[in-house]
C-alpha cells in the first residue's frame, strides 16, 4: 500500500465524506431511473470541480493544483465505490492527460483552465471496432489547404454526449494497424460535420458513436507530431487505463464490504451464513485478490507520477489484475446475497454491469495479458 502525504490523505478523506453523503449508489440510481441524457447529475459533476478534483494533475498555471496522479487516483477509487457517474476520469484524466503531454502552449491555454474549472469536458475518441484496438485507426485525416479534413467514425466515446472536446486519433498515412501515420487532432464538439449518437451500455453510463463528415480542422489542431502520434497515445491511453483500475479498485472494494455485512448478518439454517467454511474461504479468496490489486493500481499510478520507464507494463498488469478482481467480487457479491442479489431493487446488479463496462474500456484483461507479456520478451 503507497504511503500517502498528509494532503493526500486529506483528499481521500475528503471524497469519501461527499461520494458517500452527496453521491451513494441510490443517487445513481435516481439518475439512470431519471433518464438523464448525460447519464450523470451535471449539478454534482459542478461540485467535484469546485471541489478541485478537476484540476488535480493540472498545472497551476492553467488553473489546476498539480497534485498528480496517485492523488486522482485515490479521489476516482472513492467515487467508483458509490458507483458515481461523472465525466471525472474522461475529462480531468484523460483528455487532461492529452494536453498536457502533446498540447502547445496555446492548446493548453485554450482548454486546461475550462477542464481544471469544470466549465469543459474533453474526452478521447479511439476506438473504431467493438474490441479495444487503438492502432487500428481507419478514420482518415487528409490534407486540405493548410489543415486537414477528417472523415469517419469514433465507437464506444466514453461521455461522449457531454463533450465539449474531443482527442482524436486519425490516420495521417498507411493502413489500419500500423503504427505509425497516426496523427491526434483536437476538434471541438461544435465543429460542422460532427455528429454524435448516443449509446446505451449495461452500466447506465454515457458514451456514443460520433461521426466526422468532412470536419475541417487547421494544422493548429495537430496534438504532438503529425504521423508520430503512437507514442503520444499510448501514454495517454497507461494514464487513462491507470485512473480507470483505481476507479474498478473503489468498486470491487465497496461491492466485497457489502458482501461481507451481509454474510456477517443473514442468517440461514439457524446460523449466520459467515460461519459457513465454504463461504467463509470465496471471502478469503477476494480479500486476498483485492490486497494485490490494490498494490498493483498503486504502482502503477506512483510510476506515472515518477515518469518511470516501467510505466506500460505497470499499467497492463494494474488493468488485468483489478478486471480479474472485480469480474470475481462482483460475481460472488450477486451469488452470496442469493435470490435479493438477482434483483433490480438491490445494488449488487449494478456493481455486475459497472465491472463488465469497465473492464472492456481501454483494454480488457486479454488485451493487457497479451500486452505485459510482450512487453516482458514472450
Not at 502533446?102 to 486546461?112: C, I, V
Not at 468498486?251 to 448478518?265: I, N, V
Not at 471471502?283 to 493500481?297: G, N, P, W
Not at 478486471?323 to 446475497?337: A, K, P
Request: aromatic fraction near 6%.
Amino acid at each position: 500500500m503507497a504511503v500517502l502525504t498528509e494532503e493526500q490523505s486529506m483528499l481521500r478523506d475528503a471524497a469519501r465524506t461527499w461520494t458517500q453523503e452527496k453521491s451513494p449508489v441510490s443517487a445513481f440510481r435516481k439518475v439512470r431511473d431519471s433518464g438523464q441524457p448525460l447519464c450523470y447529475d451535471p449539478a454534482a459533476f459542478a461540485e467535484m470541480a469546485e471541489m478541485g478534483w478537476t484540476g488535480v494533475i493540472i498545472p497551476e498555471e492553467y488553473g489546476g493544483s498539480n497534485f498528480g496522479y496517485l492523488s486522482l487516483g485515490l479521489v476516482l477509487e472513492e467515487t467508483g465505490r458509490t458507483l458515481t457517474a461523472s465525466p471525472l476520469l474522461s475529462t480531468a484524466l484523460a483528455a487532461a492527460s492529452a494536453l498536457i503531454l502533446g498540447g502547445t502552449d496555446a492548446q493548453k491555454e485554450a482548454w486546461l483552465p475550462k477542464i481544471a474549472s469544470g466549465e469543459a469536458v474533453g474526452t478521447l475518441a479511439i476506438e473504431e471496432g467493438p474490441h479495444h484496438a487503438p492502432e487500428k485507426v481507419a478514420l482518415a485525416a487528409a490534407k486540405s489547404g493548410s489543415g486537414y479534413k477528417l472523415n469517419g467514425k469514433k465507437t464506444f466515446v466514453l461521455e461522449g454526449m457531454a463533450a465539449n472536446l474531443f482527442v482524436v486519433s486519425a490516420r495521417t498515412s498507411g493502413k489500419p494497424g500500423d503504427k505509425d501515420g497516426i496523427t491526434l487532432f483536437l476538434v471541438p464538439a461544435d465543429a460542422k460535420g460532427v455528429s454524435r449518437k448516443a449509446l446505451k451500455l449495461a452500466d447506465s453510463r454515457g458514451a456514443a458513436i460520433v461521426e466526422f463528415a468532412g470536419v475541417e480542422v487547421g494544422a493548429d489542431a495537430v496534438l504532438g507530431q503529425a504521423d508520430k502520434g503512437w507514442d503520444l497515445l499510448e501514454k495517454v491511453l497507461d494514464r487513462a487505463r491507470a485512473g480507470l483500475s483505481a476507479e474498478m479498485l473503489g468498486s470491487a472494494l465497496q461491492a466485497f464490504e457489502t458482501t461481507l455485512d451481509y454474510l456477517k448478518t443473514r442468517v440461514q439454517f439457524g446460523q449466520v451464513i459467515g460461519s459457513f467454511q465454504a463461504l467463509q474461504h470465496r471471502a478469503a479468496k477476494m480479500f486476498t485478490d483485492l490486497e494485490l490489486a490494490r498494490s498493483c493500481v498503486e504502482a502503477a499510478l506512483t510510476a506515472i507520477d515518477n515518469d518511470s520507464p516501467d510505466v506500460p507494463e505497470l499499467v497492463s498488469l494494474a488493468k488485468a489484475k483489478v478486471g480479474d478482481t472485480l469480474h470475481l467480487v462482483s460475481n460472488e457479491m450477486v451469488q452470496m446475497h442469493g435470490g435479493i442479489g438477482m434483483t433490480d431493487a438491490h445494488d449488487a446488479g449494478f456493481y455486475l454491469k459497472r465491472a463488465r463496462a469497465a473492464e472492456a474500456a481501454y483494454g480488457n484483461q486479454a488485451y493487457h495479458r497479451d500486452r505485459y507479456a510482450r512487453i516482458n520478451g514472450y
